[in-house]
């Protein structure tokens, strides 16, 4: 079993940003990048890949089965499982490019927060890699609660239906 680190989430990095609030930064500015670069319909199937992956993740016995490598097997579980559903997906949604501008931008941008947000949501519950990484506070905060979980279920679904077209 691999054992906890504790504190290892709330090593600062730079000073005074955290490296899992780095890497959260890091990936939300990468997804809103991939969005204006390559259109919405990227951030369409990564939030349409997430739902089934949850799911998987969460529904396969890898402590019953004697795998005890902790919470990376769920990880590579749910990652492997996101891959192919959005390679699956990808071919099936439509790029929705705007000639630009702000309203655009602030599609994408929604969606990303969505998309990220519910894909960290994703390792504090359905993955369980909280129990292997010590994260900090703050974002214990945005996605450890009950709440919070059902929020960032909501999160893309929310964003998909309210700007389809913006």
Do not use: Q
């Not at 005074?16 to 369409?44: E, T």
């Not at 996101?82 to 439509?94: G, K």
């Amino acid at each position: 079993m691999v054992e906890h680190i504790p504190g290892l989430g709330a090593v600062p990095f730079s000073g005074k940003v955290s490296l899992d609030m780095f890497v959260v930064c890091v990936a939300l500015v990468c997804a809103v990048g991939l969005g204006l670069l390559r259109g919405r319909g990227v951030l369409v199937a990564a939030a349409f890949s997430l739902y089934p992956a949850i799911l998987f993740a969460g529904s396969v016995p890898l402590d019953r089965v004697g795998m005890a490598v902790g919470g990376f097997a769920h990880l590579a579980v749910f990652a492997a499982a996101c891959v192919a559903v959005f390679c699956i997906v990808r071919r099936h949604v439509e790029s929705w490019r705007s000639a630009g501008g702000v309203r655009n931008m602030l599609g994408v941008v929604l969606l990303a927060v969505g998309v990220v947000g519910l894909t960290f949501a994703a390792l504090y519950h359905a993955v369980g890699f909280e129990r292997t990484y010590d994260f900090t506070a703050l974002l214990d905060a945005a996605f450890a609660a009950k709440g919070a979980w059902y929020a960032w279920l909501a999160a893309p679904a929310v964003g998909l239906l309210v700007l389809p077209r913006v």
